[in-house]
């Protein structure tokens, strides 16, 4: 690359968008952009560098090693204008704005439900906005800067706790529970069951495929027969509650309809940790820092 040649950040944004989503379509929809103008902006980020960042195949895109290294970049470029945003705001007061949130069902009731009653006291001139995303989903969400903050869970898919763009901090874990329907020969009377101790024709009733949720199903059953699917917990239950098969499910996701019954896993259970997430660099700004701390206390008093 030229010496005189300068790199527009703007346009490694959209190398990143790329890279996360796999497709320019997916990419210009991250972006809020039409299709044509992502690919303006590849043309012109490899006009700028000298370097071709992308191999076309037909309508498939995908990134060369130089791009690959770009992106790396990218990422640093990212959190390094995170970090400078939080500079910024360090100077002014850093206590007045709103923070966008997205949280799976049972960790708004857990954790930023019980949350903003305090953040009203100790900081009013604070807005949360929370919107119901689950884990997998809302990570996506967060890097595209949608939100500010993620409530998510463990994923070897989409959450990896060594990636740089991303801030863990830990709420809470929690076990996943065996749940029966009343009629089940196994339900009476029983409070630990072995996930062994279940019949090889069971129908099991688990989230969707891409929600570490149903990894976990897919990881500690073996060959399970998957015969209904839903990301909402409490149509989980309610499906095991008809007798359409059973279930694990996270213990704070439970609600106690009639026709079902929780048994605890014996041995050791399958759990699920709950993270909150940010972007690297973001969470030194002054808002975010006690946002953050307010739910991290939240978190570690969920049992």
Avoid at 19 to 40: I, K, M, R, W
Avoid at 72 to 97: C, D, I, P, Y
Avoid at 129 to 157: F, K, N, Y
Avoid at 214 to 224: K, M, N
Wanted: proline content about 7%; overall charge neutral.
């Amino acid at each position: 690359m030229d010496n005189d040649r300068v790199i527009d950040p703007r346009r490694l944004r959209v190398l990143r968008a790329l890279a996360d989503h796999g497709t320019v379509t997916a990419a210009s929809e991250a972006l809020h952009l039409t299709p044509s103008a992502v690919s303006q902006q590849l043309a012109a980020l490899e006009s700028e560098t000298g370097q071709e960042l992308l191999r076309r195949r037909g309508r498939r895109v995908s990134l060369t090693p130089v791009g690959e290294g770009l992106v790396k970049h990218a990422n640093a470029v990212a959190a390094e204008l995170e970090r400078a945003q939080a500079t910024l705001a360090s100077f002014a007061t850093g206590t007045k704005g709103h923070v966008e949130l997205a949280s799976f069902a049972s960790g708004i009731t857990q954790v930023v439900a019980p949350t903003i009653p305090k953040l009203r006291f100790f900081m009013p001139d604070v807005t949360v906005v929370v919107r119901d995303a689950e884990g997998h989903a809302s990570v996506p969400l967060l890097l595209d800067g949608e939100i500010d903050m993620a409530i998510t869970e463990e994923s070897r898919q989409l959450l990896s706790t060594d990636n740089p763009r991303l801030k863990l901090y830990p709420l809470y874990t929690e076990p996943f529970d065996l749940v029966l329907p009343e009629s089940h020969p196994l339900s009476g009377g029983k409070k630990i069951l072995a996930i062994k101790d279940l019949s090889d024709t069971e129908d099991w009733i688990a989230p969707l495929p891409g929600n570490p949720c149903r990894d976990l199903v897919e990881q500690v059953v073996d060959r399970p027969h998957i015969t209904h699917t839903s990301d909402d917990f409490r149509a989980i239950v309610a499906l095991v509650a008809a007798g359409a098969g059973v279930a694990l499910v996270p213990r704070n996701a439970f609600v106690t309809p009639r026709g079902a019954v929780r048994v605890r896993v014996a041995d050791t259970p399958p759990v699920r940790r709950v993270f909150v997430a940010v972007r690297t660099g973001s969470d030194d700004h002054p808002l975010f820092k006690r946002v953050l701390g307010a739910l991290i206390e939240t978190g570690r008093a969920v049992k």
